[in-house]
């Protein structure tokens, strides 16, 4: 049985990238009791650390940040101008509930002039209820980040919420470093800014010099009507990641994930993502570079508020992840 | 720090051909620095030894222009340019190569134009630089592939508050990082002087890893979208409201701390600033931030209408308080409280 009020914390902590200081404290509340030392890097990576004996180090990463809208402007009545933060789809973004850091509430919608079709982040705007620049400048400041509001849904083996990208990933990682007993230094990097371009994962990367990192994010898949051919399906188990739009795996790593999870029978599938990088490529090329693979919660409707997981393949990523810290032998050069 | 910024406007320094530009700052800051020297990819870097944490500010030498690509048979010049919309260019004079060749990028007369034609906007790939020759032989006497070319329009002083030029950005940020040189701050001071940022900030990345900063403090020139027709979410920034601060473009989120000390640095100062209202574009923070293991990187920028064109625009008072602003940072030394 997986840890639902830890998930549901986690899924809910505020931090679009860049502004990940509050869901950097929740994590940080959950790996803090089982890490030998916790800290954050200055770009604001979460790194917690347990020492092993081996003299070598596992690097885990998982983001974080989370995509969101950052005020641009606001006008004489009210209502906030928006820009993306990460990969937002403004059509998807109409109607929808928001909340700032602050907690005020907001709701998104377009300018009706043209359809909904059409809606770019310029004819996307927040109403936040105010009726003046100066009542709607009394709560929100030009600069400020607000993140898509929704709800914990559960379906049967699915659960569906805001966020899973990469909450979840996040919450397996935690799940993971709280029962891993590994021989190696670990090293469980909760990274920022990854939905702007992969930003936090090198510099940590950089930093730790990991004799080998894994990630754990969400990839798409191949099992609602009508989408791009994927052989990803829900249900059927963490991914090994092949390839992805930052990274091609080393097969040595991959061959490691894939008989670490054997060897345990772990359910896992091969994934190569067409589109979308992960801090799996940032953390290979950091440094004098670094083996680099990744393990990933299949996803349906990922960047939508209502991302989808089965509850089996987040337990089999947790399962994955604890296997791979708790192998001897390490890929090697 | 008006008359530096014209020489400096003035001079030549399309991106990877930086030279002059970076001989005339380097002569400059030789006078206020423990040392300088440059890189292998021609970054400038100019020291003035403290203690405390290590702080850089960093501007780019390279303006938007044009690279010589080959000669065709009649003698025009084949170019290949970065950043540069290509309906700006045309019937405007350049200057070719290391001896400044006046050229002209000339296009079809009117006589001669078809509908289709005059309807449709010639892409740099159906412009050419003329500098007059008379056969390809002729114009590789004067020119070689691989030499630089840009705008010859000249720095102008325009209105009571105004400056018109070419390569504002960022020899904005160039002036007022060498005006700071003058100023003794409590810290590990470095000026880094960049190339090649705008085709894709390839300088900034190796000087963070030659520098390896705690704090750096990006000076640019930036886009000005305050025209008639555009609503104020879309101007991203207005000429004469002040030295403008980034929160997030294209390649950076400032960190919250970091944004927050530039704000207070200028309340204190009575400067007046404004926010940075757009998220696209990206300056050398986008590379130096995420160097190595990271540093906190945040940006004072100069508005500039028209930017890379022949002639963009910027404030006189914009420029001084930018200046203004980025001094008050260090001496305050809030580059402690971003740390």
Not at chain 1, 12 to 20: D, F, L, Q, T, V
Not at chain 1, 217 to 245: F, H, Q, W
Not at chain 1, 292 to 316: F, K, L, M, N
Request: proline share 4%; hydrophobic share 40%; with cysteine.
């Amino acid at each position: 049985m997986y840890d639902k009020e830890m998930l549901k914390h986690v899924l809910s902590a505020y931090g679009p990238s860049g502004r990940e200081e509050t869901a950097s404290e929740v994590i940080k509340s959950y790996v803090a009791p089982y890490a030998d030392e916790v800290y954050n890097d200055r770009l604001g990576n979460l790194i917690a650390v347990k020492k092993g004996t081996s003299g070598k180090k596992i690097m885990f990463s998982a983001h974080m940040d989370q995509i969101g809208l950052c005020v641009v402007d606001i006008d004489e009545k009210g209502f906030l101008r928006v820009t993306n933060v990460g990969g937002v789809n403004p059509i998807i973004s109409i109607a929808r509930e928001v909340v700032f850091k602050n907690g005020t509430r907001g709701v998104t919608f377009f300018e009706t002039e043209k359809g909904a079709k059409e809606t770019t982040m310029a004819t996307l705007f927040v109403d936040i209820g105010c009726e003046s620049y100066e009542e709607a400048a009394a709560k929100v400041d030009i600069g400020d980040m607000c993140i898509f509001a929704g709800n914990f849904v559960e379906m049967g083996n699915k659960i569906s919420s805001p966020y899973m990208d990469d909450r979840i990933a996040c919450a397996a990682l935690i799940e993971a470093f709280r029962t891993m007993k590994s021989e190696h230094d670990v090293y469980a990097v909760f990274t920022v800014q990854e939905e702007v371009g992969l930003r936090g994962a090198g510099p940590a990367a950089f930093a730790i010099e990991p004799d080998i990192n894994i990630s754990c994010d969400v990839c798409g898949m191949g099992d609602i009507p009508n989408c791009v051919r994927m052989s990803v399906k829900l249900g059927e188990g963490a991914t090994v990641k092949a390839m992805d739009s930052s990274v091609i795996v080393p097969v040595k790593v991959r061959e490691f994930l894939k008989n670490a999870a054997d060897k345990r029978g772990i359910k896992w599938q091969n994934e190569i993502l067409r589109s979308g990088g992960t801090d799996t490529g940032a953390a290979q090329r950091a440094g004098k570079g670094t083996f680099s693979g990744c393990v990933s919660i299949p996803t349906r409707y990922i960047h939508a508020p209502i991302e989808t997981i089965d509850v089996r393949d987040y337990e089999a990523a947790v399962a994955l992840l604890r296997a791979a810290a708790e192998e001897k032998e390490l890929p090697r050069v | 720090m008006l008359g530096r910024l014209e020489t400096l406007c003035n001079l030549s320094g399309p991106s990877g051909n930086e030279g002059p530009v970076r001989r005339y700052i380097r002569e400059y800051a030789k006078q206020y620095a423990d040392e300088t020297w440059v890189d292998r990819m021609g970054n400038l870097y100019v020291h003035k030894k403290g203690s405390g944490p290590k702080v850089m500010v960093a501007a780019h030498m390279d303006e938007v222009g044009m690279l010589i690509w080959g000669a065709m048979d009649n003698g025009l010049l084949i170019y290949q340019q970065g950043g540069i919309d290509p309906r700006v260019v045309v019937s405007k004079r350049v200057l070719v190569g290391k001896n400044e060749i006046p050229g002209v990028i000339g296009a079809k007369a009117i006589h001669l134009q078809s509908q289709t034609d005059r309807e449709h906007a010639l892409d740099h790939t159906e412009l050419f630089i003329d500098i007059g020759a008379k056969d390809k032989a002729d114009v590789l006497k004067y020119v070689k592939p691989g030499e630089g070319a840009v705008f010859a329009t000249r720095f102008e002083r325009y209105g009571e508050d105004h400056v018109k030029s070419k390569a504002l950005d960022d020899r904005v940020g160039c002036a007022i990082a060498m005006e700071l040189l003058k100023n003794d701050y409590e810290c590990d001071f470095y000026a880094a002087f960049t190339v090649q940022e705008e085709v894709g900030i390839r300088g900034a990345v190796v000087t963070a890893y030659n520098v390896k900063p705690d704090v750096a403090l990006i000076l640019e020139g930036t886009t000005a979208n305050d025209m008639p027709g555009v609503e104020s979410h879309q101007h991203v920034t207005r000429v004469g409201n002040g030295p403008a601060l980034t929160f997030m473009d294209g390649g950076t989120i400032v960190p919250e701390k970091m944004f927050n000390a530039l704000k207070k640095t200028a309340r204190e100062e009575n400067i007046p600033f404004q926010l940075r209202q757009g998220s696209r574009g990206r300056t050398d923070a986008s590379e130096i931030h995420k160097s190595l293991a990271g540093c906190i990187a945040g940006g004072i920028s100069v508005p500039c209408r028209y930017i890379h064109s022949p002639n963009s625009i910027a404030s006189v008072s914009d420029i001084e308080n930018a200046y203004k602003l980025a001094d008050a940072f260090l001496r305050t030394k809030k580059f402690e409280e971003v740390l």
